[in-house]
């Protein structure tokens, strides 16, 4: 079956403007997450969704980092104002379901690669 | 706090023989941990997982590792390498509600033909 896919693949942008993620979750999986990779780094959690509501916000850096989820599937992170430290793989994983006691397998996207210039 | 350390960011090693990744966790509670990998341009791929089941677990591609609540560790391990497992390694360890994960820095695994 189709996998976690993510658009675009590939995103260069100005320091300033605004960028929107997406990202399509495995159908039927609840639990959706958003990770930053950087450069020799391991990937720093952003944002959690189970369902449209998202518990755990946590993650993100700044305020000008937002995500939403419409319809218990598709996510979109939004970054506004991009700055050069913004440069990251951005990647979006999903799993079947969450629970307090027990952590499920995460499917993870191919991730888009942003490029602030 | 949760946390994880790959002690290696690079390992080498020729085709054929044992492959060791070390990782160290630290978590005040009884943990989820797993590996995942991730070639090249591809989506990382989760290898094994442990949930408090066996303390030995095995995973795809012939990999395994093992739990060791004493030395807080889970090094992943492969007897005999293949070029095709030349990627990078992160190990993952479980947030205390179960539905956060924090990550290693990764180790990236050379293969020498």
């Known amino acids: 079956g189709a996998g976690v896919s993510q658009s675009p693949s590939n995103k260069v942008t100005e320091k300033g403007k605004d960028v929107e993620l997406r990202c399509d979750p495995i159908s039927g999986h609840t639990a959706l997450y958003w990770y930053r990779q950087s450069l020799g780094q391991g990937l720093e959690f952003l944002i959690y969704f189970q369902g449209n509501s998202a518990p755990d916000k946590s993650g993100l850096p700044s305020d000008r980092f937002s995500a939403e989820r419409t319809g218990g599937s598709v996510s979109t992170l939004t970054i506004q104002r991009t700055q050069q430290e913004d440069s990251a793989v951005y990647l979006c994983?999903?799993?079947?379901?969450?629970?307090?006691?027990?952590?499920?397998?995460?499917?993870f996207g191919p991730g888009t690669r942003l490029t602030v210039t | 706090a949760q946390s994880v350390t790959q002690l290696d960011s690079h390992v080498s090693v020729s085709e054929g023989t044992p492959v060791l990744l070390r990782c160290n966790y630290s978590?005040?509670?009884?943990?989820?941990l797993f590996w995942y990998v991730q070639h090249p341009n591809k989506g990382l791929q989760l290898l094994l997982k442990?949930?408090?089941?066996?303390?030995l677990v095995k995973g795809i591609n012939g990999f395994e590792a093992e739990f060791k609540k004493s030395e807080t560790s889970f090094h992943l391990t492969k007897p005999s390498a293949h070029m095709s497992d030349a990627a990078e390694y992160f190990c993952v360890v479980s947030g205390n509600t179960g539905n956060q994960f924090y990550f290693g820095t990764g180790t990236s695994l050379t293969v020498i033909p």
């Open positions: 442990y949930t408090s089941a066996a303390t």
């Open positions: 978590s005040s509670y009884s943990p989820s």
């Open positions: 994983a999903s799993s079947s379901t969450t629970n307090q006691f027990l952590s499920y397998e995460q499917y």
